[in-house]
């Protein structure tokens, strides 16, 4: 049995770098894959919005940026003015200049660094069991889903098969139109299958009620209209469809109905929903327990970005955007995600605010490619080792403590030296890497990158603290078993 599912860690993660050249706009290449969530930092400079995080969910473009060092809503309103990344493209990604000197994207003065993440990709697949039940008469209902004839979101270039074979649908030939009502007329990238065989559209209607298996599979075209999923003999018993550009698909695994975007082989989705104000559940897409989980507000009022880490439990969150501890919440409703939800608490709370709009990036650790997990330090320069069982390319960390210093850290191999990390940057700050309260610091933290996890080189004042103190961290990388070819350096 294979040791890891991940042959090549780049095809599904990749730390990329740039220098500015001050264009207008500016495409890069090299990335190996079409981003899905792209995390944008400079390093060499203060910026007030210089932490920028776009994913294919949302969409990409002009204020769709979010700072993960702030609790502010999607965009700023002066992407126009400061730059914004303008397209996810096939290898990479683009840029869009803005009309300020102070440019946060490609200004000739400064460098850049993006932490990028294959989630669903360009061409999904996915299945919908599809049953009819009575509820004001008879209704289509996804994957035993609590509410009937529901709106769903597709996206364009997904595969989708409805699965009818349930008997309940036996007298309701499950067809596509371009408008409600007994409409079965959309056939474009449509395929009809009965007991396995491919048929015309009529007959699949014709010998639908006599099949034993019954599927109607969709690839969604480029620019596809809006439409609508219907029974051929009887109207009234579906709705619509939104075929998006953007990416992500209706996931009825939870109590909220979610738009999902997920790469099940790397364990990573993006998970875009409206919160209910009460106890609820989320689908994540990941078919695994994810151990590290950030949620984030998109509109109306503030919110803070809010995270689990499987390390500190179900009962406590801690944030993004600040340095705090983790702190006793009833975010996750006291209970461990599990491989198809995640649990929302009531009463307010952060993640979960009635009506609000909200996306969460998921994580699944992964034998050979990632990793969520904790470490005690020992206090010293020659510090804890981290087992991982693969090179980390990226580590994100974070003291979890009451007092002193405590920002989050994130390390990774494409600025450093590939071994030895010691420019560290800081998800909750606007600051420079290795960079704090206007001065270089000059005794932050450092780690070595080994082939079978990382070691703490220095603690330093400006790390992760004295002896005894436990740091919680998500990491990312290469087994050498894989294709990348890593050194040993175990160790």
Known sequence: MAYTTIDKSSSHFKNFTWSGDGNNTRSFTGVGF??????????????????????????????????????????????????????????????QNGSSG??????????????????????????????????????????????????????????????????????????????????????????????????????????????????LIITVAASAPTLYYNCSVHSGMGGSINTNSTHGSSNFSGSVQTTVSTNTTAGMSVVKFTGTGSAATIGHGLGAV?????????????????????????????????????????????????????????????ANISGANYIAYCFASTIGFSKAGKFTSLGQDDGTFVYTGFKPSFVMMKPDVTDGWANWYIFDTARDHPSLNDTPLYPNLSTREAYYGGSPATNYSQIDMLSNGFKIRRDGSWGVGGSGQVSIYLAFGQTIVGSNNVPATAQ
């Open 102 to 215: 102070t440019d946060y994207v490609n200004n000739s003065s400064n460098t850049y660094v993006t932490w990028n993440w294959l989630a669903g990709g360009t061409a999904p697949s996915q299945t919908y069991t599809v049953k009819v039940v009575s509820d004001g008469g008879n209704k289509y209902r996804f994957d035993d889903f609590g509410t009937s004839a529901v709106t769903l979101d597709l996206q364009e270039g997904g595969t989708y098969t409805f699965d009818a074979s349930d008997s309940s649908v036996s007298s309701h030939p499950f067809v596509l139109g371009t408008s409600s009502g007994v409409d079965g007329s959309y056939s474009t990238g449509v395929t009809y299958q009965l007991d396995g065989v491919s048929k015309t559209y009529s007959q699949y209607t014709s010998g639908f009620a006599s099949a034993t298996t019954r599927k």
């Open 34 to 95: 079409q981003p899905d969530f792209s995390w944008k930092k400079e390093r060499n400079v203060n910026y007030s919005i210089a932490h920028m995080l776009y994913d294919s969910v949302r969409g990409i473009g002009l204020d769709k940026h979010l700072n993960s060092a702030s609790n502010a809503v999607e965009g700023d309103g002066n992407d126009d003015t400061f730059g914004y990344f303008s397209s996810f493209d096939t290898d990479g990604f683009s840029v």
């Open 290 to 350: 994810p151990t590290f989980i950030m949620v984030k507000r998109l509109s109306g009022a503030t919110g803070e970005w809010v995270c689990h880490h499987t390390s500190l439990g179900n009962a406590k969150s801690i944030l993004l955007n600040g340095a705090a501890a983790s702190y006793t919440s009833s975010n996750w409703n006291s209970t461990t995600p599990t491989n198809s939800v995640i649990s929302l608490g009531s009463g307010g709370v952060d």
